[in-house]
């Protein structure tokens, strides 16, 4: 069995159509949209395999997170897509409706979603550590792909194209449709869901969008550093990310005896060398950045495109303050996503503050309520000080600390948070990293984590649907494109691509000299968005002009000077706009 919990506000879901050949029968209330509030909804899919053993498993696996969280509703969702084993409809609905029973029997409001239909449904997550767990159990022996088959037949079905877009309910900007069109990523089925392979043209944007952020923050004074992609567990076992983060991590690896994981988040190791690097209160505050590579395990069933991957590289950093700085600091973090959001284009985005609620939920946030209430107040007075628009919520802190989510409208008007910034009270204390501070004391740092573009797969999947993939100068792929009119033109067309490429070094340009009509060539170029289109006929290599047509004109310019072209493309780039 597969399951995916979600602690939420509310859920909705109607049976809208069969799924299947029987689905079950539904009585009239059940047939109606249902809404289920605060529940801990339970995404499930029964597959091949499956015991009374294992159901008992997954019953206790539910109590356990419900008994975390605190949640008395629970909502068992039929979800098919979790799983590519899935077992017969009928075994599934008879297991669905025996941990229905027995969930019931224990007090819980359990809702059992219809079976075997397609439903629309809606649903609020409430964003805390334990809000989201993905779990699997198995029985020994059974595998991915019925194991008495050959090998050969069992390799034929991994390679045989698992992942491929369905473009027909996806809207034209969908951000997967650009991305195949543009070139801009691939899903292998041979590497795996949710681990994209950047193209040439994608590999462009998302080092453009790197050296972009790396110049900021350099700016900022931030420092940039490079930490490996696997680590002793013991690491998060002092940090508290194990046992509690252990389902969105990658199983262990063993190396000399020790457990080795894939790291799911890069603090720890930025800890490591803030205590290498610092000893005094004069040393800080210290800024540390890194483009770092995390891993997540997230379920085949719910990783899309580059919004939700395995390999994540984050646009990450830490501060390390003392408690004085932590205003100011907090304020050059809040200064900086205004800056690198108007060179984005982003404009319709604001704060939400996320503090925590000792009154209502005084277990879930840990460590002292004093410096919660120091740090949450700091944050509030740099929130204020900023002057931007800021909605505040309480009980919605992370467990270590209180945190603001940039919160932005994505291309189909939908909220979605796009970016955070945390301050740390509790991590840095478990992971005993000091400094000596005015008097001569051991003192613990207060660490803000921010992530500006929050991760280039999810920045660049943004980015791609709010720009329909028309990107401005110095982000595209390709800047420019040089095209002959005729034949007789291709030699000339050539030297001026060999000139363009010596006046602006590092420009991205191509040509197009394939034997076919001007028109076509125009298309092309127009499909791939690119942002200058350069045609040189007769005329031009008579009066050494360019023929310019800048996307988004019907027309040409004609006669534009070499050197006007030149210092219009180099400004673009240079000014970012
Ligand atoms: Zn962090």
């Known amino acids: 069995m597969r399951l995916l919990t979600l602690h939420c506000d509310y859920i909705k879901f109607k049976p809208l159509k069969k799924a299947i050949k029987a689905p079950e029968e539904l009585d009239e209330e059940r047939k109606k949209e249902i809404v289920v509030k605060d529940p801990l909804v339970v995404l499930t899919a029964v597959e ?21 969280v605190q949640a008395k509703n629970i909502v068992l969702y039929p979800y098919a897509h979790l799983s590519n084993m899935l077992s017969d409809p009928t075994t599934a609905l008879e297991y669905l409706k025996e941990a229905e029973n027995v969930l019931k029997g224990e007090g819980y409001n359990v809702t059992r979603a219809p079976f075997g239909y397609y439903k629309e449904f809606e649903l609020k997550c409430k964003g805390h550590p334990l809000s989201e767990l993905s779990k699997q159990f198995r029985a020994e022996g059974v595998q991915e792909i019925n194991s008495s088959a050959p090998k050969k037949e069992i390799q034929n079905k991994q390679s045989s194209g698992k992942i491929i877009l369905d473009r027909r309910n996806l809207k034209p900007n969908d951000h997967r449709i650009l991305g195949e069109d543009l070139g801009i990523f ?66 262990p690896m063993e190396i000399d005896g020790i457990n080795y994981y894939l790291k799911p988040m890069n603090c720890p190791h930025h800890h490591m060398i803030f205590q290498k ?177 929050g991760s280039y797969e999810r920045f660049v999947a943004f980015l791609l649907e709010k720009t329909e993939g028309k990107f401005p100068v110095w982000l595209s792929p390709i800047q420019v494109r040089v095209i002959d009119y005729t034949e007789r033109n291709t030699q000339s067309a050539q030297k001026i691509v060999d000139k363009l490429k010596e006046a602006i070094p590092g ?53 534009v000077k070499f050197e006007s072209f030149v210092h219009e493309v180099k400004e673009k780039i240079e000014k970012r706009n």
């Open 507 to 559: 420009l991205r340009i191509d040509s197009d000299f394939r034997n076919t009509t001007v028109n076509d060539k125009v298309r092309d170029s127009e499909m791939q968005k690119i942002n200058y289109l350069v045609t040189i006929g007769d005329k031009e290599e008579e009066k050494g002009t360019l023929a310019v047509k800048r996307r988004g004109n019907n027309k040409p310019e004609f006669g």
């Open 277 to 453: 690097i610092i000893k005094s209160y004069k040393d800080l505050p210290l800024r540390l950045a890194e483009a770092g590579v995390v891993y997540r395990n997230e379920l085949s069933g719910v990783t899309y495109g580059l919004m939700r991957v395995r390999h994540i590289m984050q646009n990450d950093a830490h501060i390390y303050v003392t408690p004085n700085q932590l205003k100011d600091e907090f304020i050059k973090v809040l200064k900086m996503f205004d800056e690198v959001y108007q060179v984005m284009g982003i404009q319709d985005y604001y704060f939400r503050l996320s503090l925590p609620d000792f009154k209502k939920n005084p277990e879930k946030f840990t460590g002292d309520p004093k410096e919660w209430e120091f740090a949450s107040e700091e944050i509030r007075k740099a929130m204020k000080e900023w002057g931007k628009n800021f909605t505040e919520e309480n009980g919605e802190a992370a467990f270590y600390g209180p945190k603001i989510d940039v919160q932005i409208k994505n291309a189909n008007g939908k909220e979605e948070t796009i970016a955070t910034s945390q301050v740390d009270i509790v991590v840095p204390k478990r992971l005993e990293i000091t400094y000596i501070d005015e008097k001569g004391e051991k003192k613990t740092p207060i660490v803000i984590h921010r992530a500006i573009l």
């Open 186 to 251: 691939y899903l292998s089925d041979e590497v795996g869901p949710g681990l994209p392979l950047w193209l040439p043209r994608g590999e462009v944007l998302r080092n453009q969008l790197e050296q972009y952020m790396r110049e900021v923050e350099l700016k900022y004074g931030y420092q940039y550093v490079t930490t490996p992609h696997i680590t002793k567990g013991s690491i998060y076992e002092k940090t508290g990310h194990l046992p509690y983060y252990a389902d969105t991590m990658f199983s």
């Open 48 to 68: 091949r395999g499956d015991s009374d053993e294992i159901l008992k498993d997954y019953i206790a696996a539910i109590k356990k997170t419900a008994g975390e």
